[in-house]
């Protein structure tokens, strides 16, 4: 059934209808890559943020474009950032340390601040994504209290630049509701 609100959310051009949206994201605890321990949506609070996450390792390069668009997008946005999150099976020590090195090896120390490693039973978190292709990134969109708005999904560069584009505008709505006009006496 997720597939059906996938392609109906692309279809329209929009965000994937996704379960969780309208909720607060659930607790995700992991490691930035710079070794510091993260916690979802904990970590973010008060900021509007885009979270790119990857179910595979083999999902660097398309999770590294997805943040790379928002974030041109939303260049010079104050309280809007982004974050790539790797979303991981459950490995023995020796197969976490390897990936964990591999994902270091292809980021700068900058990147590695911004990147999260998560090893937990991804299989309801693949459902809250929409999740439909291996090596593809999901983006989630979180308002500035922890609740997801919206969840984006893209299979090639073109539709990726026309998600991130609208994810980068509703991060700025969200961030900067339209003010009402005040009332003249």
Known sequence: MIRWFTLAGLLLGG????????ERLPHLPGEYLTGQKADLPED?????????????????TAARKWRSAFDVKTAGQSGVESLEVFLLKPQSR??????????????????????????????GW?????????????????DAAGTVRGVYYATGPDE????????????????????????RL
């Open 160 to 183: 990726r630049a026309a998600q991130a584009a609208k994810a980068a505008e509703a991060a700025r709505a969200l961030r900067d509701p339209a003010k009402k006009p005040a009332h």
């Open 94 to 123: 020796v197969a976490r340390a390897l990936i964990v090195a591999k994902l270091r090896h292809a980021m700068t120390r900058e990147e590695e601040r911004r990147a999260i490693v998560a090893f937990a039973a991804e299989d």
């Open 126 to 142: 693949r459902q809250r994504a929409g999740y439909s292709a291996e090596s593809a990134a999901y983006a989630v969109l979180l």
């Open 44 to 60: 973010l609070k008060g900021h509007v943020a885009l979270l790119v996450v990857a179910f595979t390792d083999g999902a660097l």
């Open 15 to 22: 965000a994937v209808a996704a379960p969780f949206t309208g």
